[in-house]
């Protein structure tokens, strides 16, 4: 089995920072693409950042400048530096994995179990 587990959350004042990390164990031959989603109370789950194995990344607007998202292939850990935080970033943040756990399988996506990150005004 595949597990993700992710670290950093917690509380934090409008403009301070936080750094998330998310680490992969198990059964792993590769992993393709790592992200970061969030998800705010009575909102849908959206993505934060992405990034391919070889390095590309991709944000969305609301977090573009602030969010820097990046990975070390040889831990299997994701982060995500988070700066200039606001208080609509809060919510739980989730990272998930396309993996690939043998060859000739197909590559399926993990998720972790979710960080709280409360940003206060």
């Known amino acids: 089995q595949v597990q993700l587990v992710e670290s950093g959350g917690g509380l934090v004042q409008a403009g301070g920072s936080l750094r998330l990390s998310c680490a992969a164990s198990?059964?792993?031959?590769?992993?393709?693409?790592m992200g970061w989603y969030r998800q705010a109370p009575g909102k849908q789950r959206e993505l934060v950042g992405n990034i391919t194995s070889g390095g590309n990344t991709n944000y969305p607007d609301s977090v573009k400048g602030r969010f820097t998202i990046s990975r070390d292939n040889v831990r299997k850990t994701v982060y995500l530096q988070m700066n200039n935080l606001e208080p609509d970033d809060t919510g739980v943040y989730y990272c998930?994995?396309?993996?690939?756990?043998?060859?000739?399988?197909?590559?399926?996506?993990?998720w972790g179990q979710g960080t709280q990150v409360t940003v206060s005004s």
């Open positions: 998930n994995a396309d993996v690939l756990i043998r060859v000739g399988a197909e590559f399926r996506t993990y």
């Open positions: 198990g059964i792993i031959f590769s992993i393709d693409v």
